[in-house]
């Protein structure tokens, strides 16, 4: 699963997730992508299992791109423990995707294997996405 190799600061405040991706909103690699439309914290394990269930249905044609990296460790107390006594320990690493975040892109395959590989990765998340295309601009 994927984790940050080092940590200059190993636990982080939770943050906010306001307003809406003004990067990584766009395919760029590939053909098709996953677009997130609500703000969550996606797992490590979560995007193993999306990027395992889109390789599964590409059966080793074209490429998968995971667009989104878990870097925000998430802690949590010890069951039945007191309050105070500091900030719990790092229990998984998650990615901070807000909407329009493009999760993960797809190329080198058939439009119906890359549709239907992303919509088995959608299934395994915890937030309403839809797929997009790459845009494609005539240059003159």
Known sequence: MLQPKRFKFPKMHRGRMRGKANRGAEVHFGEFGLQALEPHWISSRQLEACRRAIVREARRRGKVWTRVFPDKPITKRAAETRMGKGK?????????????????EVAGMPPEVAQRGLELAAAKLPIRTKIIKRIEFLSE
Do not use: D, H, I, W
Request: charged fraction near 10%; avoid cysteine; glycine fraction near 12%.
């Open 88 to 104: 719990g320990s790092v229990e998984y690493y998650a990615a901070v995707v807000r909407p329009g975040t493009v999760l993960f």
